[in-house]
């Protein structure tokens, strides 16, 4: 440990710290909240090309000139739609880190101010963490219509109308995802359900009965707990680091899917994903990046700035299907 004189550049001392600890606040910010880790793709899908809004196209529709035909049969000349654009506007999560003069005499030598430092950063790591895995079940109008456009909208109880992504889901009947509320007892409609099997129902809706079909599901607590019940004495769980790295989320399975549940999910309610095209976009020139060291007026502090550029984006909705009410 330095000796109490010691004199620590805080400048040079906190850039060290933040460089040793880069790696393990990437890692555990994917892994501190399952809505986090499904969406996030281990920082997977990324962009560099700048601007304020991204921009993409969804495909649909159908070729009218396709048929069988014979002879010299005519083919139709009509130059079929095939797109129609979307966008979603880029959203910025950040906080501070900081210490102040006090702290730094009291906690003298680079052992002990590398502890706080690093409590600092874990700390602001897990509520950056806890912040935006609540925004991924909301519906994009919260901190003043600056935070992502979440769960809540993207995968809609109410998919026929309002406006997502640029386009209207009433005039557009591919852009809707299923849904099916006031869903009751589990015991009676869910997986297994002695009346009938909403579960099963919203799931087979929500794929093209071949490749594309959910692939997670997101769940509140109580929610995967009616579901394990319904289950044979034996659980089969899924260990999420088989297939997705260093993860520790432990899962249940549904349809050879990986079913989690999460304390944010409202409750109730239950959401089948196809990350295929619903995923986080994180643009590398700003994760976690940090600022020069600041001071303030009036203040014998010193803080530090954390910023992170993301998006949460969603190429089509009816792969996607939410059932929510659900009790006992």
């Known amino acids: 440990m330095a000796a109490p004189t010691e004199t620590i550049n805080y400048d040079t001392f906190f850039t ?6 880069d790696t393990e606040l990437r890692k555990n910010f994917l892994v501190s909240r ?13 962009d560099t090309s700048g601007g304020r809004i991204w921009q993409g196209i969804v495909e649909y529709g159908s070729n009218p000139s396709i048929t069988f035909f014979d002879g010299a049969q005519t083919f139709s000349q009509e130059v079929s739609q095939t797109a129609l ?10 906080g501070s880190v900081g210490m102040t003069k006090v702290e730094m005499m009291e906690n003298r030598g680079q052992a002990a101010l590398f502890n ?3 409590s600092r950063i874990r700390q602001a790591t897990r509520t950056m963490a806890t912040v935006l895995n609540g925004e991924v079940y909301s519906d994009g109008t919260n901190y003043g219509g600056k935070t992502i456009t979440g769960l809540a909208s993207l995968v809609s109880t ?3 109308t309002g406006t997502v992504e640029g386009l209207d889901a009433a005039t557009n009947p591919f852009w809707r995802n299923t849904a099916v509320t006031s869903c009751g007892s589990f015991a009676a409609n869910g997986v297994k359900g002695t009346a009938q099997d909403l579960v099963l129902t919203a799931f087979n809706n929500a794929t093209d009965g071949m490749t594309d079909s959910p692939n997670v599901i997101l769940s509140d607590q109580a929610t995967l707990e009616y579901y394990n019940r319904t289950l044979l004495s034996t659980t089969r769980y899924l260990d999420a680091q088989s297939k997705t790295g260093d993860l520790s989320f432990r899962a249940l399975e549904y349809q050879g899917i990986k079913w989690y549940w999460d304390r944010q999910c409202p409750s109730g309610r239950l959401y089948g994903l ?3 095209y619903i995923h986080f976009v994180t643009d590398p020139a700003m994760l976690f990046d940090w600022s020069e060291p600041l001071t303030y007026p009036n203040q014998m502090a010193f803080t530090r700035l954390c ?7 969603c190429t089509s909705r009816m792969f996607h299907f939410v059932t929510d009410g659900w009790s006992a």
């Open 16 to 21: 060290a710290v933040i460089k040793n600890y």
């Open 34 to 46: 399952p809505g986090i880790m499904v969406l996030m793709d281990n920082y997977g899908k990324k």
């Open 85 to 94: 654009p979307i966008h979603v506007q880029w959203r910025y999560l950040g």
């Open 116 to 118: 706080i430092a690093e």
């Open 158 to 160: 109410t998919p026929t």
């Open 274 to 276: 196809n990350t295929n």
């Open 307 to 313: 910023g992170t550029r993301i998006l949460l984006r």
